[in-house]
């Protein structure tokens, strides 16, 4: 007889299971583009028709890479992770990977972008869905370029002079030797003195850079801030007499994100 019980326990709790997991919505998704980087626009198309979920307003739940910012509380999803209607039951969200993770490009790539589609009490969900992993970025060599490609003010950068893809005679010739840098605000004031003719150094592929964290090398008022960096590189070259001169690239700019 107590065998008969645990063999219907063990039963019961079986068909608990695979109840719960019959009731998961069956939803259809699809990811655009299907390859891309940590840096890449993305956009999460889902039709919820004839699914538990249909007439209801979805929320992502994103993981793999590590929880994504729209990962507040199961019960009470944010705005953020909203998705925005298209038309009847299908909706779209759309995510840059370095900013939903709130993490850099180079923890991103070969990691899994997986997620689940639920409602914002969390009360029905979707299966768990993994398309693809966040691939490497493709590397595109210009005359000023910086790293990462997306970044914040409190974030590492890297400014690099790669003069093999100069396309002026004087930004090819010319001897560097520092980079001007300054911040300036959403309204295009200079935050901080500017830091002029810093010193460069030499990289394995010839070109020249230099790394610095935006907080430490400029003093940036408590809250303040940071729309931009802009900057170009100086050093001399020789005129058309043969006379040695002053001469500076043309300015660069770097956005960065706004993390609020």
């Not at 590590?66 to 909203?82: C, E, F, H, Q, Y």
């Not at 691939?135 to 210009?142: A, D, G, K, L, R």
């Amino acid at each position: 007889m107590k065998r008969i019980y645990k063999l219907s326990l063990i039963a019961f709790f079986c068909l608990i299971g695979i109840t719960a997991e019959a009731q998961k919505a069956q939803i259809k998704y699809t990811v655009t583009p299907g390859v891309f980087t940590p840096e890449d626009e993305v956009v999460v198309e889902i039709d919820l028709a004839g699914s538990s979920l249909a007439g209801k307003e979805p929320y992502i739940w994103a993981f793999g890479a590590g929880d994504a910012i729209t990962n507040t509380l199961w019960t009470s999803s944010p705005d953020i992770a909203k998705f925005t209607k298209v038309t009847g039951d299908k909706w779209k969200f759309v995510f840059i990977g370095t900013t939903l993770y709130n993490k850099g490009a180079s923890e991103l790539i070969d990691k899994p972008f997986s997620f689940l589609v639920k409602t914002k009490d969390g009360g029905i969900q979707s299966e768990d869905f993994s398309p693809t992993k966040f691939s490497p970025i493709m590397f595109v060599p210009t005359l000023l370029r910086h790293f990462p490609l997306r970044t914040s003010q409190y974030d590492a950068l890297s400014l690099y002079l790669d003069q093999r893809y100069a396309s002026t005679a004087n930004n090819q010739r010319f001897s560097a030797t520092g980079v001007n840098i300054k911040l300036l605000d959403a309204a295009g004031n200079l935050v901080g003195q500017e830091k002029k003719n810093l010193p460069l150094v030499k990289q394995k592929d010839g070109s020249s850079g230099y790394t610095f964290l935006p907080e430490i090398l400029f003093t940036i008022p408590d809250g303040q801030v940071v729309n931009k960096v802009v900057y170009s590189f100086t050093g001399t070259v020789k005129d058309v007499n043969g006379v040695t001169v002053s001469y500076t690239t043309e300015e660069a700019e770097v956005v960065f994100l706004d993390l609020k």
